[in-house]
């Protein structure tokens, strides 16, 4: 079996072999060109040709352009002499012998179009002194399998990663970059960005490299204060970022549209803060929401391991088509290496082998050889294969004919179709596409009669179409209006502002802001603290849609209003108070959310409807809690409901056990009628124990107690403990912490008393029946069972639990009886002597 490409890395060089792993924003890819240069030769594999060029340009800078060679599919730049190779993984020159090696992004081993080039760097590149392999953390057990020798060397995140929930697009923080899945989604989106926001640069994996480094640098100079892109910002782009916002949860990875696993949010995700600043992550509002699960692993960097890689055979057989074929299809070595799917390459193979003409041709080692460079070509037009199969066959025929090079006036045919910069978009995006396979072209060998003059020509021409399609990017979501605006209200001009009935408001025909309830959200609230003459513009277009919004509240139906989890009360989704400590817990106040747009008269009658409808919809969701409040108890059975009411609907029975214990036989009929129920260890109100009653009881305690809104319990038979959760909150919101778990006190009253039930017949087996009360696993049941003081012993049939013993009460001795005995009785003058001494 002959080789096809390879070298001698994995067979001969040795050296210190290191996997520097860990989440985005750890400095892997900064030690790894430190070290490089720390070596007198080096090379790096990077995943794109993006960050190949980066790394290239900042090498460059330090050793000079003599030293430095940049070889990727579309770009070859050789000095006569180079010390350090920057290189894309598939480009690396596996047979250049250097000190130092590095691999890039490891992780990307488990693609399945490309991990097969990421696995054979892992097994066989080796720098002669020191090897380096970046990535994940998830690469570590896999990678402790297969490379023997390594040393692992994890890096923590320099900056923290939070998750903040859903934002509509609208009210993103500045510094934010909204990624989509799609480029009809990228545009939707960039459109919307444009016209509240004043623009958003875009970034894509199929714009060119020229074209993407023009549209990050319009948004780092602060141009525009928003990105929207594809995944292509996971990597290779060092951006300062603050937010990252999913617009989808979903890709279509080439074959099939899946959901992104949470280490792919994660690497999208993390580009959100850079080095020491903390960034955010989360979701449009239109978009799914993460599972706790993904954002937990996120936020923690812990996701599960890589178990496979794709790998394919390196070592081909080129004596003939069936052959070559043959070796592509060979078995992985060991089983923790997985064929890949049929890769672009292997797909062109097939479809060249199977054309006669082709087939004859290719009938030795030279040929066949030369065949299966040509089915490499990329496809990064990305069109219907087809097309791409008979470019391909063209190019092999060309080559197989005549001089044995693609003809030259074909070649400035083909070329000079491309060279022209008019168009949209999508137009413009199609050329540059089509000049990277000429690049691509221009990089083999012995293809064309003047290679340094076509890669002169190809790059000419990617350089003028990408500026041209920053340009149209730039006309279509950038907002040239906005900067006019914003240097007219530095120069305080009077301006003339307008409402439209939307709540959209104008300044001079552009939007400022939007009108939600009473309060105005400004597009750009830095600009409306400084403008002046804007807010007076403003105030002076907003006073009668002010008075008359104000009208239409006090006089709308409960309906329109609603309550969120946070405190929040809306009025037809506008955001116009927010819940204050009142004089008791179940009465809040209210705090306007009305700025000073509102009038005082109109402020008070706003304050006055919303107090009312709160106090209703108070009584509503709690109704239980509130019949029993009203129903005419007395005595000990008052005071139980009372003690209730504090409680959220929830005390604890030791609290109350004096008014329990003065209970009549008719009181506690008429508490149970109330559906208030008498646990052993918990007094509750059952109906109270459902997703909106908790909801309410949980942010009623909050704004009691002067704490932040907390996230309830959702009415689940239990769930893990939160530190964030105080036992104040989890009281009030019915359930009870049981050493890990937090279960609904109603559950814990039926769990606790099976526990008991069975502990008397001995010593308790888990089993489904009585996990499912409790809503635990069989791994966290012990914790619980030793919150409850239940022992664990193991037996022959397993693992058991035996109840705690019951603490019996000291026996106390009865007083001896003192028998009064008469003084003159025989016995009291024998008493008398004995202790006289006599």
């Known amino acids: 079996m002959r080789r096809a490409h390879g070298g001698p890395y994995g067979d001969n060089a040795s050296g210190r072999l290191t996997a520097v792993l860990g989440p985005t924003n750890t400095g892997k890819t900064h030690l790894a060109v430190e070290r490089m240069l720390g070596h007198r030769t080096g090379m790096i594999g990077c995943p794109l040709r993006l960050l190949a060029r980066e790394i290239y340009d900042r090498t460059v800078a330090v050793r000079g352009s003599g030293q430095v060679a940049l070889i990727t599919g579309e770009e070859r730049v050789v000095p006569e002499r180079p010390h350090y190779w920057v290189c894309t993984v598939e480009s690396m020159p596996l047979d250049q012998r250097v000190e130092f090696l590095a691999v890039d992004e490891i992780q990307l081993a488990a693609d399945p179009e490309r991990g097969h080039v ?17 990535g994940a953390g998830t690469m570590a057990p896999l990678l402790s399998r297969l490379v023997s020798g390594l040393e692992f060397i994890n890096r923590p995140r320099f900056s923290t990663l939070s998750h903040t929930g859903a934002h509509k697009i609208m009210r993103l923080p500045r510094r934010s970059a909204v990624v989509a899945f799609s480029v009809s989604e990228v545009y939707r989106i960039a459109e919307l960005l444009r016209r509240f926001r004043g623009g958003a640069a875009v970034v894509m994996g199929a714009l060119s490299p020229r074209t993407r480094n023009a549209q990050v ?66 979701t449009t509002l239109n978009a799914p929401a993460f599972e706790p699960e993904v954002v937990s692993a996120v936020e923690d960097h812990l996701f599960k391991p890589v178990r496979t890689l794709f790998w394919r055979n390196a070592d081909l057989d080129l004596s003939s088509l069936p052959a070559l074929l043959r070796s592509l299809e060979a078995p992985p070595p060991v089983r923790e290496l997985m064929r890949p799917r049929e890769t672009e390459d292997v797909a062109s193979l097939r ?33 219907m294969a087809d097309a791409h199969f008979q470019l391909l066959a063209t190019i092999f025929r060309h080559l197989m004919s005549g001089e044995g090079l693609l003809p030259k006036a074909w070649v400035e045919r083909m070329v000079d179709q491309l060279d022209r910069s008019e168009g949209d978009i999508d137009s413009l995006a199609t050329r540059i596409a089509h000049v990277r396979t000429w690049n691509y072209i221009a990089q083999r060998p012995r293809w064309v009669a003047d290679p340094r003059a076509l890669r002169e020509r190809a790059r000419a021409i990617e350089d003028k179409l990408s500026d041209a399609l920053h340009e149209r990017l730039t006309q279509r979501f950038v907002d040239r209006k906005t900067t006019r605006l914003t240097r007219r209200m530095r120069e305080s001009e009077s301006l003339i502002a307008a409402i439209k009935r939307s ?48 009208g239409s509240l006090v006089s709308d139906e409960d309906e329109a ?26 009465s809040p106040g209210l705090k306007l959310l009305v700025g000073d747009l509102v009038e005082d008269a109109s402020r008070r009658r706003v304050e006055q409807k919303l107090s009312t409808w709160l106090a209703g919809h108070i009584a509503e969701v709690l109704a239980p809690l509130w019949r029993a409040r009203e129903a005419g108890l007395v005595g000990a059975a008052r005071g139980l409901v009372f003690q209730l009411a504090e409680g959220f609907g929830c005390v ?11 209970l009549e036989d008719s009181d506690r009929k008429s508490l149970a009628a109330l559906g208030i129920r ?13 997703p909106k009653p908790i909801a309410l009881r949980g942010l009623l305690w909050c704004v009691a107690n002067g704490a932040l809104p907390l996230k309830a319990p959702n009415g689940r038979v239990s769930l893990a403990v939160d530190p964030a959760l105080s036992e104040g909150f989890i009281a009030a919101t019915g359930y009870r912490q049981v050493g890990p778990l937090l279960i609904r006190v109603d559950m814990f009253e039926r769990f606790t008393a099976e526990l008991r039930r069975r502990a008397r017949r001995g010593p308790v087996a888990p089993d489904a029946a009585l996990l499912n009360i409790a809503g635990c696993t069989a791994t966290n049941f012990e914790g619980v069972a ?24 000291a026996r106390r001795r009865k007083p001896r009886r003192q028998t009064r005995t008469s003084t003159a009785s025989p016995f009291a003058v024998l008493d008398t002597l004995k202790r006289s001494g006599r």
């Not at 782009?237 to 080439?254: E, I, T």
């Not at 709540?503 to 609230?525: H, I, K, N, R």
């Not at 008498?678 to 459902?690: C, I, N, S, W």
């Not at 664990?792 to 639990?801: K, L, S, W």
């Open 217 to 282: 640098a319009l948004y780092q100079a602060g141009e525009v204060d928003y990105l929207v892109a594809t995944d292509a910002i996971g990597m290779g782009l060092n951006l300062a970022l603050d937010h990252v916002a999913f617009a989808g949860a979903s890709k279509y990875d080439g074959r099939e549209a899946r959901e992104l696993s949470p280490a792919e949010v994660a690497q999208i995700a993390g580009r959100a803060g850079r080095h020491t600043r903390h960034g955010t992550f989360g």
């Open 351 to 383: 479809a060249l082998a199977a054309l006669p003409d082709i087939a004859v041709m290719a009938s030795g080692h030279d040929t066949v050889s030369l065949l299966w460079d040509v089915c490499r070509i990329p496809d990064f037009r990305k069109t």
């Open 678 to 690: 008498l646990g052993r260890d918990t007094v509750f109100l059952a109906a109270l124990l459902k």
């Open 503 to 550: 709540g959209e408001v104008v300044v001079e025909g552009e939007y400022v802001g939007q009108l939600l309830g009473f309060d105005l959200v400004p597009d750009d609230a830095e600009t409306w603290r400084e403008g002046r003459a804007l807010r007076a513009a403003v105030r002076s277009a907003l006073a009668p849609e002010i008075r008359k919004r104000a």
């Open 118 to 134: 990421f696995t054979d760097r892992i097994l066989r590149a080796r720098g002669l002194s020191e090897t380096m392999f970046l």
């Open 561 to 586: 209003f609603t309550l969120a989890t946070d405190g929040t009360v809306s009025w037809r989704d506008a955001p116009v108070a927010r819940l204050a400590r009142g004089a008791q817990s179940l």
């Open 786 to 809: 030793q919150a409850l003081g239940y022992r664990r012993e193991e037996t022959e049939d397993g693992i058991v639990y035996v109840a705690p013993q019951p603490q019996r009460a």
């Open 652 to 662: 604890v029975r030791q609290a109350v056990s004096q008014q329990i214990d003065a």
